[in-house]
T-cell receptor, first 112, second 113 residues
Framework: DTAVSQTPKYLVTQMGNDKSIKCEQN?????MYWYKQDSKKFLKIMFS???????INETVPNRFSPKSPDKAHLNLHINSLELGDSAVYFC???????????FGSGTRLTVV | GNSVTQMEGPVTLSEEAFLTINCTYT??????LFWYVQYPGEGLQLLLK?????DKGSNKGFEATYRKETTSFHLEKGSVQVSDSAVYFC????????????FGKGTKLTVNP
């Protein structure tokens, strides 16, 4: 069983479109995250939810909107996609302090 | 704020060579420290961790010691293999607050046969 699963794995879309990425975890963790990895492999946190409540919202354009219907799911919706949104997006989950995160395998988004 | 600084890559070694990837951090209090590995085309996997000063994390022949006096968590392996070729990330997670995981910029390791 995959612990943190993301869909789709690849997403190619045109500028201006709206797209969603889904994430689910079966680890029973309370907290879920979205990270963006750019072309230089740099990882930056975007959002964090704890038990469906938003607790971290870094400086991210408001075209990006996370949604957490329950603590096992955290989806990412992106409006009006731009070329600069092309990246790999990772979902992750964790338990409290002292533990690392468990990451999904990533969604490679390419905006053309 | 919290930050992690890793040695710039890429690092290229021959099989069976000794590996060190330096990592230093800036944080308040006593963060937990981690090394993650990303193999080509895959997500991030936790390699090892240490949660308090002088702890040594180890896994798959890799090890790192939490040194509070030098704010360092250097990754070492005595004899690398071709299969160790990957990008390695040092990270910290602070106590309290938002507890987000902060990553270094990653170090790409290539091991040649």
């Amino acid at each position: 069983d995959t612990a943190v699963s993301q869909t789709p794995k690849y997403l190619v879309t045109q500028m201006g479109n709206d797209k969603s990425i889904k994430c689910e975890q079966n680890l029973g963790h309370d907290t879920m995250y979205w990270y963006k990895q750019d072309s230089k492999k740099f990882l930056k946190i975007m959002f964090s939810y704890n038990n469906k409540e938003l607790i971290i919202n870094e400086t991210v354009p408001n075209r990006f909107s996370p949604k957490s219907p329950d603590k096992a799911h955290l989806n990412l919706h992106i409006n009006s996609l731009e070329l600069g949104d092309s990246a790999v997006y990772f979902c992750a989950s964790s338990q409290p302090q002292g533990y690392g995160y468990t990451f999904g395998s990533g969604t490679r988004l390419t905006v053309v | 704020g919290n930050s992690v600084t890793q040695m710039e890559g890429p690092v290229t070694l021959s099989e069976e060579a000794f590996l060190t990837i330096n990592c230093t951090y800036t944080a308040t209090g006593y963060p937990s420290l981690f090394w993650y590995v990303q193999y080509p085309g895959e997500g991030l996997q936790l390699l090892l961790k240490a949660t308090k000063a002088d702890d040594k994390g180890s896994n798959k022949g890799f090890e790192a010691t939490y040194r509070k006096e030098t704010t360092s968590f250097h990754l070492e392996k005595g004899s690398v293999q071709v299969s160790d070729s990957a990008v390695y990330f040092c990270a910290l997670r602070s106590q309290g607050g938002s507890e987000k995981l902060v990553f270094g910029k990653g170090t790409k390791l290539t091991v040649n046969p």
